[in-house]
């Protein structure tokens, strides 16, 4: 029973296994392995796939001619399959294609319509990350807004469009104003680095288009001699209109200057700023704005600094502030239409140029360094060039630069002054000795001695002058090249510099070294030698006058000899010093004769002496020792100074000698003092036959005594009548004698007299003599009265 029930149980699961779905055979294995005869299972299994392994090879067998048939067939549309699968795969790819294509088509058309609806409110959209609008887009959409939105549709973004556009465009303006403030406040801290930059620009521009003259030709050992420009060839003024005018000088300049570098100064906000008011219709509120404030740092930039003065760097950074200025006006002037006009630069220029020329004027005033007055003139002169090289006039800079030429000339003669001095001072005022023919070259070299004489001579041998006369010479040429170097790139004729340099070191010549001179000449510890040395000094810088003259006319290029040539009054200013030199000595020799005579210690009631011949007295022997020495150091002076003073010295000691016998205090004279005095006249007179000074004929020098000597005779020799009965005659003995004097002289010999012979009144010879004084005296007197009627 067991066995039916299992076989049945095992069918049934075969035809679950053959019927069931793959999927679902799972819980019908289960049931097999959880049966008692697995093995009897098994075998029924394999029994049954035996027989339909055995159905299937009968099918087969049955349909394996019709399968080989489909093969065949199969075989054959192989190859039409392949080329319809090409077919199908080309279909795929056009419908792909057109479908892009329509999708294109489409996009096309939405982006036609929508650029035909955005045309008029495009500029809108376009926003910057400040949220303002294109500069180049904004003023035409906001000047198009009314008309151009209407035809954009009834959008959502356009009725936004309309209702932000008034805010919009008060956003732009207020934007555009805020870079122009920052744009102006930016050209304002930068003024003068814009201006180094253009003014840069314009030096090299000169240089470039300018011709490169050499430097004129000077003395062999010169400094050589700075560059004088012509004003035929440069002289860039404009015209007596005073117009701005547009063209350049030199041509190649023009190039140079004609734009400011953009990586310099950005004007972008000008243009902005002026486009977007020109679009709102406020371009007349803008121009006044612009223009104010630009009037207001015009009025800054022109302002100097109070310590200006003090260096070249506060005087270069006042002028490319206005440099800077004026090249930014003159870009705007030409890049834009109507921001600034001719007249409004010109009006800027005008105040500039008042206010410049007061500004230098007071600041140069300051100024007591040449230098710094030559380095201030350079930088005028640049920065007239490069105004000029924007067309502005210039023409009163450079007369404020001739202006500064007398304050330039003033403080060199303030510093040659000082340097004179310094020169007078160290100077030993003795001949220069050289032993070697390099240091005569090389003293030659630098004053032009011409002495054929003394260049034969053999070595060691001394020059004629001292120390002073070459330091003086070249000291005198480095004034001129101070002059010269100032009048450079004044525009300027070289006959204008030539006359110049000439005024100035005649200026030099007569007050400066002229006072020097006399200031040399007064000093206290100057004795005669150094004064005769002064003369020698001033003798030889008298003769290089004229090479002086040629030294300025070589650097100048102008004849000496030129119709109206300023003279220079060297010839003169030496002169007058070698003059107040020789009155010098002339004083110092008497002040020194003196000191002798306020020795002399005269017994005026001396007795007659008897027997031999006085001698001299020490002190009058002591000075004519004096006398003969320094007399023998005048042997290099010029012969007529030697020749007076030696005649103002034997006049000084006969005068003086004459007021001591007429001096009022002295009132008793004896007849011995007479004596003594008369043997020191002839000491003097023996001093004056010996010739101390070459070139006196005969005896003129003995005239200085001669008034003397002949009241010594009229007294010593008692000879009275001679003189009473010759007196007025051309031939008298006596002619030289006054009355006035013999007078006097006779009246201290009465006082003299009365005293001796008080006690002894009553000898004869005493009383006579008294009274023959007396008769004298009274016939003198008649003659006085007689002579005066």
Known sequence: MASVET??????????????????????????????????????????????????????NHHFQGFVDSITELLKVRGEAQKLKCVFYLLFQLMSSMEELKQCRVQQRNIATTIDKLTHCLPGTLKTQTGCSSSLFCPNFIQNSNTCLPRAGQYRFCSIMAENIPKLRIQIRDTAMAQLR??????????????????????????????????????????????????????????????LLRSRSPPVAAGLLSCVPQDLVDFSPVYRCLHIYTVLGLRDVFENYYRKQRRKQARLVLQP???????????????????????????VLHTTQGL??????????????????????????????????????????????????????VSQLFDMLLEMREQYGEILLKRWNITFRQVLDQDNYSPIPVSTEDEFRHYTSQFPLQDPELEKLPFPKKLPFSEFVPKVYCQLK????????????????????????????????????????????????????????????????????????????????????????TKLYGTSTFKDARHAAEAEIYTSLNAKIDQFLQLA?????????????????????????????????????????????????????????????????????????????????????????AGPVAGFQGDTL?????DLRQLLDLFTQWDWSTYLADYGKPTCKYLR?????????????????????????????DRDRQKLIDTVIKQLRNLITQHHA
């Open 7 to 60: 076989a049945a149980e095992h069918e049934r699961i075969l035809r679950e296994i053959e019927s069931t779905d793959t999927n679902c055979i799972g819980p019908t294995l289960r049931s097999v392995y959880d049966g008692q005869e697995h093995g009897l299972f098994m075998e029924k299994l394999d029994a049954r796939i035996r027989n339909h392994d055995r159905e299937i090879e009968k099918m087969c």
């Open 182 to 243: 920052d744009f102006l406040e930016s050209i304002r801290k930068h003024s003068d680095k814009i201006g180094e930059t253009m003014g840069l620009s314009a030096a090299r521009a000169v240089t470039v288009g300018s011709e490169v003259s050499g430097p004129a030709a000077g003395p062999p050992r010169g400094p050589p001699a700075p560059r004088v420009s012509s004003r035929s060839q440069n002289n860039r003024r404009v015209g007596s209109s005073g117009s």
């Open 305 to 331: 600094h109070s310590n200006m003065h003090e260096t070249l760097e506060g005087y270069r950074r006042y002028f490319n502030q206005i440099v800077g200025f004026f090249v930014v006006e003159d870009h």
């Open 340 to 393: 600034v006009n001719r007249a409004y630069v010109e009006e800027l220029w005008e105040l500039a140029l008042s206010k410049i020329i007061a500004a230098l004027r007071t600041h140069s005033s300051y100024c007591d360094d040449p230098d710094l007055v030559l380095d201030l003139k350079n930088l005028i002169v640049l920065f007239a060039d490069t105004l000029q090289g924007y067309g502005f006039p």
């Open 478 to 565: 480095e004034f001129i090249y101070a002059c010269l170097k100032y009048s450079e790139d004044l525009h300027l004729s070289s006959t204008e510099v030539d006359d110049m340099i000439r005024k100035s070191t005649n200026l030099l010549l007569t007050r400066t070294l002229s006072h020097c001179l006399q200031y040399g000449i007064k000093k206290k510890n100057v004795g005669l030698a150094e004064l005769v040395q002064v003369i020698i000094n001033t003798t030889h810088l008298e003769q290089s006058c004229h090479f002086l003259e040629e030294f300025i006319s070589n650097i100048t290029n102008i004849p000496p000899d030129t119709v109206n040539a």
């Open 601 to 689: 210690d005269y017994d005026w009631m001396a007795a007659v002496q008897g027997g031999g011949a006085l001698t001299a007295s020490d002190y009058l022997i002591d000075l004519i020792a004096f006398l003969k020495s320094t007399f023998s150091v005048f042997t290099n002076l010029p012969g007529k100074v030697a020749q007076t003073a030696c005649m103002s010295a034997c006049k000084h000691i006969s005068t003086s000698l004459m007021q001591l016998l007429l001096d009022p205090e002295l009132r008793q004279i004896s007849m011995g003092a007479l004596q003594q005095l008369n043997a020191d006249v002839q000491e003097c007179e023996g001093f004056a036959r």
């Open 702 to 706: 003995l005239l200085a005594f001669s």
């Open 737 to 765: 004698v006054n009355p006035h004097t013999a007078l006097a002289l006779l009246e201290k010999m009465r006082e003299t007299s009365r005293k001796n012979n008080v006690f002894a009144q009553f000898r004869k010879t």
